[in-house]
């Protein structure tokens, strides 16, 4: 069995729709399933739907309304069959979805729960659009909702999912199908509760959605179908000799997702892993190209599998002799970043403890800022500490592979290209699973290094 992962920029229009059909007829005698994403853009308009509702601005939401119907019924305006049992179906949970927002608008408020229902429409019209779309087509197919398949834990908005529970529905519900040759057209990004509750999995979820059910099901593998080639050894857009990786390990693709490449979901690999299924991340345009295969083993050479430098973030120092031999005081920056919710992307502290560095996204640093100037002011009045000092133009490159695990030398060669090309490192943060490498330096720095590195690291292992 396959699961096909469908995104919103792949059903984008009705050449979209038509191009699924052409995936379902390349799976060939497979059984599939697949996996759908909103329409590009829904999930952000149902979001914006949700906020007229939450400021009761009623003129607003009727017009948001119209727009969000309009958007699907033009998708459905183009497509070469049959439509009007689809625009029908539409409709009627079009209607739903209008007096949702219509009564979260009088009461000006949208519970955490209210939210994810109105935010589970994106998924619901995409995959009645796509089911109905393959049917028309001579396709025998039936749409599945998250929540008949997707169990999760009560927490709204960013759900985890209960493997257990939605292993037995997904078979409960799935399997049958399967075995009647009919085409399940599951929505994505949603699921329910153990009561029923409509939940979602967090922005770009379907992803997540895709990888519990090949797991669930025991697919062979799971394709994910997006924009790109595969993954790339680096951002083309800045790395024209950017190359294809044939191969990558769950745990590259991992890394790869939190630094840089926003391929994929970052705990999409997770259920993936534990089962041993192996992914492919494949262009949704181009049936013909073999993608990056994701499995338990990645290409032993090259050692650095992909370069990407992360713009946007800030480097805080917190200096001052007071910070040596002093307990808690470690503990007491990060609490009061994480109170304010201010995520950590890099640590680094020396042995002398007179300073600790640290990496945070550039839009979080006023707040970072308050917090710290806040939790520390009785040092910085006393001058145990000397200040607090934000740097925003710097930039990190992450380079991660499997092959830097074990093998001496890498770090060196790294740090020694970037001595002999005068670049200047600032702060460097090793993990110990030593798949990935990040460091900072100067914005200004950040072409040149990335070049310097690529064509060194990257390109002699064609
Ligand atoms: N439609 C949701 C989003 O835009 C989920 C997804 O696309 O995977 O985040
Ligand atoms: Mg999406």
Not at 49 to 58: H, N, V
Not at 196 to 205: D, E
Not at 273 to 301: C, H, M, Q, W, Y
Not at 336 to 359: D, G, H, T, Y
């Amino acid at each position: 069995m396959l699961i096909l992962k469908f995104g919103g920029a792949s059903l984008a229009d009705a050449s979209g729709f038509s191009r699924c059909v052409s995936w379902f007829e390349k799976a060939g005698t497979n059984p599939c399933v697949f996996v759908v994403s909103a329409l590009y853009g829904v999930t952000n308009h149902l979001l914006e739907l949700i906020r007229f509702s939450e400021e009761s601005l009623a003129g607003d939401l009727q017009d948001g309304l119209i727009h969000l119907r309009n958007r699907h019924f033009d998708v459905i305006k183009q497509m070469d069959i049959d439509t009007e049992d689809l625009k029908r179906e539409l409709d009627l949970e079009f209607l739903d979805l209008k007096s949702l927002l219509e009564s979260t608008c009088v009461l000006a408020e949208v519970s955490p729960r209210a939210r994810d229902r109105i935010l589970s429409y994106g998924e619901r019209f995409s995959s009645l659009m796509v089911s109905m779309y393959l049917m028309g087509k001579g396709v025998c197919a039936r749409r599945v909702l998250g929540e008949e398949v997707i169990v999760t834990e009560a927490r709204f908005g960013n759900a985890i999912p209960m493997l257990i529970e939605t292993g037995r529905e997904a078979r409960r519900v799935i399997q049958p199908l399967v075995e009647e040759k009919i085409l399940p057209v599951v929505a994505g990004f949603t699921g329910r509760t153990p009561n029923g509750q409509t939940t979602t999995l967090g922005r770009g979820g379907t992803d997540l959605s895709a990888s519990i059910l090949g797991s669930a099901l025991g697919a062979k593998e799971v394709w994910y179908l997006k924009e790109t080639d595969g993954i790339l050894s680096a951002d083309p857009k800045l790395m024209p000799k950017a190359r294809l990786i044939p191969r990558l390990s769950y745990s590259e693709m991992a890394e790869l997702s939190y630094f840089g490449a926003k391929v994929i979901h970052p705990i999409a690999m997770h259920p993936l892993k534990d089962s041993g299924i192996e992914a492919r991340i494949l262009n949704f345009a181009n049936l013909n190209n073999l993608g990056t295969v994701v499995g338990k083993v990645s290409d032993p050479s090259p050692a650095i599998k992909a370069i990407s430098p992360i713009p946007g973030i800030a480097l805080v120092t917190v200096e001052g002799l007071g910070m040596a031999g002093t307990p808690g005081m470690a503990g007491r920056l990060f609490s009061a970043l994480a109170r304010e919710r201010v995520n950590v992307l890099m640590i680094s502290q020396a042995s002398s403890e007179q300073n600790i560095c640290l990496v945070i996204h550039r839009d979080e640093a006023p707040v970072a800022q308050r917090a710290l100037t806040e939790e520390f002011s009785r040092e910085i009045f006393s001058k145990e500490i000397d200040g607090i000092v934000f740097r925003t133009d710097v930039c990190v490159l992450a380079l991660v592979g499997e092959g830097m695990a074990g093998t001496p030398g890498i770090a060196g060669k790294v740090f020694s290209l970037m001595g002999a090309n005068g670049i200047n490192i600032i702060l460097i943060a090793q993990g110990s699973s030593e798949y990935n490498i990040s460091f900072v330096i100067d914005r200004q720095n950040m072409e040149e290094a990335l070049k310097v590195l690529h064509s060194e690291l990257c390109e002699s292992c064609q």
